[in-house]
Each structure stands twice: as C-alpha cells, then as structure tokens.
C-alpha cells in the first residue's frame, strides 16, 4: 500500500530546491521523517545538502512541529523548512 | 487574537481596543518589534518575510493559549507581518491584558520568546550592495525559550 502526501518546502529550502510543493506515493518502507528525508537526498547533490547534511532542517507534521522520529500516514501534509527567524 | 498580514497596525488603536474590551483589565502590555537598519555588520535595505499559510496561525495561537494558560491573562493579540518591509518598519506586535501587570508582562515575553523560536517565518534580507541572504536563526533565541521551561512562572 503507497502512502500519498503533500510536501511543502520554505525559505533557503524552498529556493534552493526549486520545489515549493509535490504531492508523492511513498514506497511502503518509509514511515518517518527521517526516512523521507533520506529518500529525499538521494534525488541528487542538493537534495542531500538541503536534507542530510549538517544544515538544520526543521519539519512539521499537518502544522504541527516534529523531530525526525514522527510517523507519517497516509494523507498527511508534510513540510521542511530552516529554523525559523520571525519576530 | 491573531493577524498575519501585509499591511501596518497602529499599535494605539489596538491598545485601546484591549483595554475598552473588558472593564476588569487593569494592566496592558505590548512589545513592538521594528526592522532593524543593521546585521552581522552589514547595512539592510530592505527585508522580505516569508511564512507558512495555514501553520503560521496555527502555531501562534497555539502560544497565545498556553501563555493563557500560564497566567491570569484576559486577553492575548499577535500582529505579525510579512512581505516586504524596510528598516524601522513595525514587524510584530503583541499585546498582553490581564487585571495585575506582572502577569502581562510575563506573558507578553513569553509570546515572543516562543514566537521567534517556534512561529514559521523566514527572513531574507537585501543589503546596500544589492545581493540578499536568509537571516540565520540564533541559538539565543531558543535559549530564550527554553528559560521558560525551567522556571514554574
């Protein structure tokens, strides 16, 4: 069974991907956000930069913030963005 | 309350607005934040942010409640704007009513110590030379935060 999300990308990421957003059928092996991320990078040179290396990358869940163990489920609306500089 | 917008806000206007809203207010306090003319030693021009749709509410209000929570507080308001902006334009507002001004004052800090570190909004900045770059978060903003969790009030 695929899982079909929405990813959004912001900021630095956003730019620098040139994705702002993507809807994906994930293979059934990915479940968490660390996962995806390294599903991600494996698209190519920036793609590991952006997700994998040692730049922060923060992610939220439907809104909500999560760290790298969250779960993903089916229909979930995904996002990944630099720490944020508001205020 | 919570507003994400473009436009500017006239922070007397929503002062009064807090404090006429209930007869039992005897403390109103607000921060305003302005863009600064400065930073990492290079003169800005102009600065432009960025946000999460959908999120940025979300989590705002998600602070306004558990700073409600934490104190006696009659009501909270975020202003945050976004687009672009020029040195010493107002950036955000928070106002915090409540019947004594220590809570107030506690619960405007925490709205935006928790604001800059959790809210989903990003800076880029245009220096004088006309070449632009994402402002970097700080780690003294989340330590700012963290203050907050080890102390009971």
Known sequence: MHMNIKLFYFARLKETLKYSTEELALPTE???????????AKRGDVWGEMLMSKLKVRAAINHELVDDKATISDGDEVAFFPPVTGG | MIRVQTEDFDVGLEIQQLRLAQP?????????????????????????????????EKALE??????????????????HRIGQLKPQDQIVLVIASSAHRGEA????????????????????????????????AKHTDEDAKHRWQHHKN
């Open chain 1, 30 to 40: 990915i479940s968490t956000i660390l996962q995806l991320k390294a599903f991600l």
């Open chain 2, 24 to 56: 039992n207010i005897g403390a109103v306090v607000s921060f305003v934040g302005q863009v600064r003319d400065m930073n990492e030693g290079d003169a800005i021009t102009e600065l432009t942010l960025e946000h999460y749709p959908g999120m940025t």
């Open chain 2, 62 to 79: 998600a602070i306004a409640t558990q700073a409600k929570t934490r104190w006696d507080i009659a009501d909270i308001l975020i202003i």
């Open chain 2, 105 to 136: 004052f506690k619960a405007c800090e925490f709205v935006m110590d928790y604001l800059k570190s959790e809210a989903p909004f990003w800076k880029k900045e245009v220096m004088t030379s006309g070449e632009s770059r994402w402002v970097e």
